[in-house]
C-alpha cells in the first residue's frame, strides 16, 4: 500500500510517502516556518537527491498542497496514495490504539488538546485539510500515546487528589509510543521471538524508555507531557515538582516562563553550556571541558537509573534496546549508560559497539546476562502499517 505520513507541528509539516510491502520509501522531506517569513521545504528522494524551496507558506493548506505538487513533479502519481497517516501527539484516553478518522474522532483530537495545545490543534487542522483536498483518500490517526495507554494503573496513576485528576484528565500519558512499538516488533522478530522483558531507550533530543514485557508497555518515564523522566536535549526531566512553585513564588517567574525554562533551556544544553546536541557535548568533554563532562556524567547516571526503574517495572529484564539519534548513533553513550548497568550483568562488547550501520545488531558479549542491542527506530513505517491494517 501506498501511503503518505504527515507529521504536523505548529510552524512545520514533516512528509514520507512509502510503501508498506517493499519498505520503500519514495520521497521524504519537511516544510519549514510556515507561517513565519522565510519558510521553505526541505525535499528529498530515494536517490539521495536533494532540494531546498524558497516558497511561501502562509498556513498548512498551502504546505499540503505544495508537497502534492512536489511528489508530482518529481514523476509519482499521487492518484496511487491509498492512505495518509497523522502523527498525533496525544491521543489522550480516545486512541488506546490507531483509529480511522471520522468526524467523531477528529473531534476527540480536539478534544484532548488541552493536554498538548502546541502540537494537536495544528496536527487536528492538517487531518481536516487532507479530508477536504483529497475526499478520496482515507486517514487515519496514529497517537503517540496509544502504546501507553493500556499499562498498569499503579504506573499510571498520579497521587493527586482523584477529583482533581479525574476533572483535569491528569495521568501518565508518555510519548514515543509508536516508536517504541516498532522497537518491541522489530526486535522480536530480529531474535526470533527470544525477548520477553524488553527496556526501549529512545534517545534523541527527545528521550524516553520504555519497560516492555511480551508486546504490553508496563510502565514508562515521560509523563503528562514529555517533559518528565531523562535529561534530553533542552529539557530537565523529573525534578522536583516543588521546584515549579519556588521558581515562581521566589524566583518571579511567570508561568510561561518557567514553561520555556524546563522545556527549551534546561537539560544537556543548560548542564553543558555548550549545547543541546550531544556531538558537541562529546567534543568539549574530550577537550577538557568540565561542564561537557558533568552534561554527560549526569546523562548516563539518570538513564541508567531510570532504566532499572523500568526493569523493576517487569521484575527484571532480559534485552535492553537503543535507539534515535543518540542510541542509534553515539557508541560512547551507549557505553555510558551501559556501564553504569555492569553491576546488573550488563556487558557491552566494545568492538561490535562501535560498528556503524542501518540494521539491528547485538552489542553485548555472550555472558551478559542481558542481551543489549541497537535497533534503528522507524516512526513512518510504524504508522504506514497501521494505515495499511485499517484501510488496506
Ligand atoms: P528528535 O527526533 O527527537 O529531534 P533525533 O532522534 O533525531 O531527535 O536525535 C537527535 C539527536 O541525536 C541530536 O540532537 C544529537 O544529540 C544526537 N546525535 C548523536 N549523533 C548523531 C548523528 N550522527 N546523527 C544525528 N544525530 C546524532
Redesign the pocket.
Known amino acids: 500500500m501506498i501511503v503518505l505520513v504527515i507529521n504536523a507541528g505548529s510552524s512545520s509539516l514533516k512528509y514520507q510517502l512509502l510503501d508498506t510491502t517493499t519498505k520503500k520509501v519514495y520521497a521524504k522531506g519537511n516544510c519549514e516556518r510556515i507561517g513565519i517569513d522565510g519558510s521553505f521545504i526541505g525535499h528529498e528522494e530515494n536517490d539521495g537527491s536533494k532540494q531546498k524551496l524558497e516558497v511561501a507558506l502562509p498556513d498548512h493548506k498551502t504546505a499540503i498542497k505544495h508537497v502534492f505538487d512536489i511528489l508530482a513533479e518529481a514523476g509519482f502519481d499521487t492518484d496511487k496514495i491509498e492512505g495518509i497517516g497523522h502523527r498525533v501527539v496525544q491521543g489522550g484516553w480516545y486512541f488506546p490504539e490507531s483509529k480511522v478518522v471520522t468526524d467523531e474522532t477528529l473531534g476527540w483530537v480536539r478534544e484532548v488538546a488541552p493536554l498538548a495545545p502546541l502540537h494537536n490543534y495544528a496536527e487536528a487542522d492538517v487531518i481536516e485539510i487532507c479530508r477536504e483536498m483529497f475526499p478520496s483518500i482515507g486517514n487515519v490517526i496514529v497517537a503517540d500515546t496509544s502504546f501507553h495507554y493500556n499499562m498498569p494503573e499503579k504506573a499510571w496513576r498520579y497521587a493527586l487528589p482523584r477529583d482533581v485528576v479525574d476533572k483535569l484528565h491528569i495521568r501518565k500519558y508518555g510519548a514515543h509510543g509508536t516508536s517504541h512499538r516498532y522497537i518491541w516488533k522489530t526486535t522480536s522478530e530480529f531474535l526470533n521471538g527470544d525477548v520477553h522483558k524488553l527496556v526501549s531507550c ?6 524516553s524508555l520504555s519497560a516492555i514485557e511480551d508486546g504490553h508497555d508496563m510502565d514508562t518515564t515521560m509523563g503528562l507531557t514529555p517533559l518528565d523522566g531523562l535529561i ?2 533542552t529539557r530537565c526531566g523529573t525534578i522536583d515538582p516543588a521546584t515549579v512553585c519556588y521558581l515562581q513564588r521566589v524566583g518571579g517567574y511567570s508561568v510561561d516562563e518557567v514553561d520555556t525554562m524546563m522545556n527549551k533551556q534546561s537539560g ?1 544544553l543548560a548542564v553543558s553550556g555548550v549545547s ?7 567534543a568539549g568533554a574530550h577537550n577538557g571541558d568540565a561542564n561537557c563532562q558533568m552534561a554527560l556524567d549526569m546523562f548516563y547516571y539518570r538513564t541508567s537509573q531510570l532504566i532499572a526503574e523500568m526493569a523493576q517495572s517487569m521484575h527484571g529484564f532480559d534485552t535492553m534496546v537503543f ?8 557508541a560512547e ?1 551507549r557505553l555510558g549508560v551501559a556501564k553504569e548497568l555492569e553491576w546488573l550483568g550488563v556487558k557491552i562488547d566494545e568492538k561490535a559497539n562501535e560498528v556503524r550501520s542501518d540494521e539491528p545488531r547485538v552489542i553485548s558479549t555472550d555472558d551478559s546476562k542481558v542481551k543489549v542491542l541497537v535497533v534503528p ?1 522507524n516512526e513512518e513505517l510504524m504508522i504506514a502499517l497501521d494505515v495499511e491494517a485499517l484501510l488496506g
Open positions: 529512545h534517545l534523541g533530543s527527545g528521550a534530553m536535549g544537556l543541546s546536541d550531544s556531538r558537541d557535548i562529546e535507539t534515535a539519534g543518540i542510541g542509534e548513533n553515539s553513550m527506530t
